[in-house]
């Protein structure tokens, strides 16, 4: 077990639903981040906090709302999504100020209809 | 912004070759190349990482050489065996400021090791 979950591992949703994926880390890192993986594709870079404040947003569309409540928690609320939004969502932690390892959660698959 | 290449994209090697996966970087000032590993139905897991300040690092089959002056730094997986069969996706870290980074990700490299 990586210390980094993630609920729901899969989850189908219209494109007029709203949903939230939840990222949870238990290895008391300060820093959270969403990345989203598409086939063929570099895992894509969508969000960073750090000290649970965002420092990084990697031009994502604003369907994709992020939040971080405290360092465990981290949430990205979904809304309007399109199809092209189907991909697999990772959430990572580490330690900033440190340059050091990010460990990833399972993913959730997200499938847009 | 930092951009990793990733080469090649697919690899089969026979139970027990080698397996040798590339990647080049474009920030000089990356320090930190970590390699990961994601097997079906996971997320990417750390196997090995190397800093800047070493040409190569070894654990058992696994081993990254980096070249800092080219740019460019790879992994090698001797005798591989079938539960090496994965994606196995390199990085390098990029400084957002304030002593913080994230890490800028090639395509992957989808191994499968023939039995």
């Known amino acids: 077990e990586t210390g980094v979950t993630q609920t729901p591992r899969h989850l189908v949703m219209g494109m007029t639903n709203k949903k939230s994926l939840k990222c949870e880390q238990h290895?008391?890192?300060?820093?959270m981040y969403w990345y989203k993986q598409s086939a063929k594709k570099p895992l894509e870079l969508m969000f960073v906090y750090s000290l649970e404040e965002r420092v990084e947003n990697n031009s994502v569309p604003s369907r994709f709302s992020p939040e971080c409540p405290n360092s465990s928690h981290l949430f990205l609320h979904l809304h309007t999504l399109q199809p092209e939004d189907s991909a697999l969502y990772l959430c990572a932690s580490s330690q900033m100020g440190g340059n050091t390892e990010a460990f990833f959660g399972q993913g959730t698959r997200l499938t847009v209809v | 912004g930092e951009n990793v290449e990733q080469h090649p994209s697919t690899l089969s090697v026979q139970e027990g070759d080698s397996a040798v996966i590339k990647c080049t970087y474009s920030d000089s000032a990356s320090n930190y190349f970590p390699w990961y590993k994601q097997e079906l139905g996971k997320g990417p897991q750390l196997i090995i990482d190397?800093?800047?300040?070493?040409g190569e690092k070894k654990d058992q089959r696994i081993a990254v050489t980096l070249n800092k002056t080219a740019k460019h730094f790879s992994l090698h997986i001797t005798e591989t065996q079938p539960e090496d069969s994965a994606v196995y996706f390199c990085a390098a870290s990029e400084e957002m400021g304030s002593n913080d980074y994230k890490l800028s990700f090639g395509a992957g490299t989808t191994v499968t090791v023939r039995a």
């Open positions: 290895l008391g890192h300060n820093a």
């Open positions: 190397i800093r800047s300040n070493v």
